[in-house]
């Protein structure tokens, strides 16, 4: 089965510029999670999907992030005007149906995109 | 608010030595799930393991051994007969149920087997 799939796997851009990253979660998976992943804060939840629905996006930096999951199989995340402080890796994790049994909690997460912004 | 420390910024240990990973949390709620996940050098997270509150049974496999103690809040991590491609970092996490999926995140142990 395939595993969470994002992509860019790495993007270089230059201030000021938008970026969007997207992932497909694995197939028949409820939740999507984004996460942030950089050396001074470590691993960082930006925002969670359950069903396509926003359920908290306490975690997203300022206005210049969004995400998006407009159907099942794709999420976007969204970046504009990126700033080199937004320079990370970004994670993509689902989860399965929170009624689907007992590893409803484990969450799987995609390769991760590389962002550099210089 | 729920929480993972993990202590050992970096642990580098000789080929075939067991080493032991130290994971400590806190959480006000009474059903929780722990987890164990792999960085490897390529960047992916890879998921070992998941407890959850309920099961205070260790677990072994292969290599690999979890040890969860309720009562010191711990759930601690151990390789036995360590390998070069054990080389990566873990993280340990905690998601509890009262906190809608939310996974916390421990800094993580950069281990290093050295040949």
């Known amino acids: 089965d395939a595993g969470v799939i994002q992509s860019p796997r790495h993007e270089v851009t230059e201030m000021g510029q938008e970026v969007t990253l997207r992932c497909k979660p694995i197939s028949g998976h409820n939740s999507l999670f984004w996460y942030r992943q950089t050396m001074m804060r470590g691993l960082e939840l930006l925002i969670y999907?359950?069903?396509?629905?926003?359920?908290?996006d306490s975690g997203m930096p300022e206005d210049r992030f969004s995400a998006k999951m407009p159907n099942a199989s794709f999420s976007t995340l969204k970046i504009q005007p990126s700033e080199p402080r937004d320079s990370a890796v970004y994670f993509c994790?689902?989860?399965?149906?929170?009624?689907?049994?007992?590893?409803?909690?484990?969450?799987?997460f995609g390769p991760g995109t590389r962002l550099l912004v210089l | 608010a729920q929480k993972v420390t993990q202590a050992q910024t970096e642990i580098s240990v000789v080929e075939k030595e067991d080493v032991t990973l130290d994971c400590v949390y806190e959480t006000r709620d009474t059903t929780y799930y722990l987890f164990w996940y792999k960085q490897p050098p390529s960047g992916e997270l890879v998921f070992l393991i998941r407890?959850?509150?309920?099961?205070?049974q260790n677990e072994i496999s292969g290599r690999y051994s979890w040890n969860f103690q309720k009562s010191t809040s711990s759930f601690n991590f151990t390789i036995t007969a360590s390998q070069v491609v054990d080389s990566a970092v873990y993280f340990c996490a905690l998601v509890e149920r009262q906190g809608a999926q939310k996974l916390v995140f421990g800094q993580g142990t950069r281990l290093t087997i050295n040949p």
């Open positions: 407890r959850n509150s309920f099961d205070e």
């Open positions: 994790a689902s989860t399965p149906d929170p009624l689907a049994g007992p590893y409803r909690e484990t969450q799987y």
């Open positions: 999907f359950n069903n396509n629905v926003p359920i908290d």
